[in-house]
């Protein structure tokens, strides 16, 4: 069916009018952030004229935002990782038959999806865990990362769709040979595995980077915050004084934006494996 | 012992132990499992029915449909059914704009349009950005005093808004922005579900007559009716569960308070009564159980397969 001049035009008019609803608004903070705050006060939102790169440098020192990417980083890694781990072993035998009731274990860990909202015993739970011992739980750097860790979710289901296309016969050749179960999921399993892996990763990590509500429960102290508290805060700080908000987002986006173009597409079909497999 | 491990399958990884290793590391993903969400899950429902208090070492007894009670019949009654109100709005508006502009979309860049992979990339750029970024970029357009939103609102209408703080108009903006930040998500959808569609039934349809409309209606959109399906349900339980851009934005002030925002702020801020809360996060549960269960009704109604 070929588009008739008209339908293409307007096609391309409607895309533009929603590019300029996500793009101006990035483009309108970039802005922002290189005025100084006198001449944000004075012309909001005109193109800057006096560049003012000192906002960055002073966003950066008072919002401490070092420390709070740090943060970031180690909870984002270390969850991404063990959640994959996890999932393997989670995946592994219930999709090849290899634990008793494999078939109910799989129902039980979807029901996963349909839960009632866990949060209140959650919370009681994470306090009772830092009462007993002070290492774990509440406000705890481990606790955290083992909250955000499951071995049952979306990447669950993905890695038992993947791994029933993954040939018995393998499983048979390498017990033959001599290799144990754990060195056969570790050296051959996982590599077979990898488009569905960079899924997995990909998911993961942007779902315990993003996270919003877990460190306003669970990480109440500064020195646990991780880059999405710190920018909350940093907001409560600087009320208005959007120059320097503005800083604050664009260094907590900008390694969002310039990573994401690497891995872009990867993404988006990963978005959609994920969404379509749940 | 050797039920636990044989079942249909022979386990070709050697004999004796060797034979619990796949139970002993399955176990590991099951107890993470059953102690922070299985087991607090079930554990709040039981909550709902008893005075547990938030006190370590506190004993809790069971007190019935109290809770529930107090949740509908008490001096507060008001506020809870405000909330629930506004849950119910922002589901239905949520779901219901978001599906819409997303299939819309969806269908427009499917025409093969030039640069489609850039366009979907920036429409899906908000849920990388996370929820803080999102609400702050838009805390900046929407400010009051010198936002551009505001300015341009001024020059077309002559008129100011608060935004978000406005007691009127502040959950209409969050709604705006919840959209703006999930709609490439649910666009993605479409997209895999549209191009899928066999083109040859486009050019069988276009022998036959048809103008755009009716193949949309009756080509494409049973087709893609499980993208719809799938669209569906994750729009309708989101918007029943997530609070995190109420909480960035207006933090439940000016009349923004949803069912997802009340349990986070009673279990969290308020008092130590944890029964509460969970009375409400089981009200919640069965709210999404029945308008899930709707949707899918509804839309399996429509699905085909050629």
Known sequence: ?278 | MKWICEVREMYPFGKGFNRFIPLLLLLIPMALYIVFYFGPSILTVIYSFTDVKNLPGSTYQFVGLDNYRELFFSGNSGERWRSIVNTLIFMFVVTIVQNGVALFIAVIINQRLKGDYFYRAVFFLPVVLGVAVVALIWGMMFDPLNGPVNRLYDALFGYQDMFFGSFTHAFGYIIFVQIWMYMGYSMLIFLAGLQSVPKDLYEAGHIDGTNKWQSFRHITFPLIAPSFTVNMLLSIIGAMSTFDIILATTDGRFNTRTMAYDVYKETFRGSLEMGLPSALSVIQFLIILLFVVVAVRQTRKREVEY
């Open chain 1, 1 to 278: 069916m070929r588009n008739s001049k008209t339908t293409q035009i307007l096609s391309y008019a409607v895309i533009g009018l929603l590019l300029i609803l996500y793009v101006v608004p990035l483009l309108l903070v970039f802005n922002v952030s290189l005025k100084s705050f006198n001449e944000y006060l004075l012309n909001p939102i005109g193109i800057v004229k006096n560049i003012e790169w000192g906002n960055y440098s002073q966003a950066w020192s008072e919002g401490n935002f070092a420390g709070y990417f740090a943060n970031s980083l180690i909870y984002t890694v270390t969850a991404t990782v063990l959640t994959i781990i996890v999932s393997l072993f989670a995946a592994f035998p219930v999709a090849r038959g290899y634990v008793m009731w494999s078939g109910f274990i799989y129902m039980f860990f979807l029901l996963s999806q349909f839960l009632p909202n866990p949060m209140v015993a959650q919370y009681k739970l994470m306090l009772s865990f830092k009462e007993s011992v002070s290492f774990f739980g509440y406000d705890t750097k481990l606790g955290y990362i083992l909250l955000k860790t499951t071995g049952t979710g979306v990447v669950f289901m993905m890695f038992v769709g993947y791994i029933k296309s993954i040939s018995r016969d393998l499983d048979e050749a390498a017990g033959m040979d001599g290799s144990g179960y754990i060195r056969y999921l570790f050296q051959i399993i996982l590599p077979l595995m990898k488009p569905v892996i960079a899924t997995g990763v990909i998911l993961t990590a942007i779902g315990i980077w993003n996270d919003f509500v877990g460190p306003i429960m669970y990480l109440p102290s500064p020195s646990n915050y991780p880059i999405t508290f710190g920018l909350k805060e940093f907001r409560g700080q600087y009320g208005n004084n959007w120059p320097l908000l503005a800083c604050g987002i664009t260094i907590v986006a900008a390694p969002l934006i310039i990573l994401y173009t690497f891995i872009q597409k990867y993404l988006v079909d990963g978005a959609l494996a994920g969404a379509v497999k749940s």
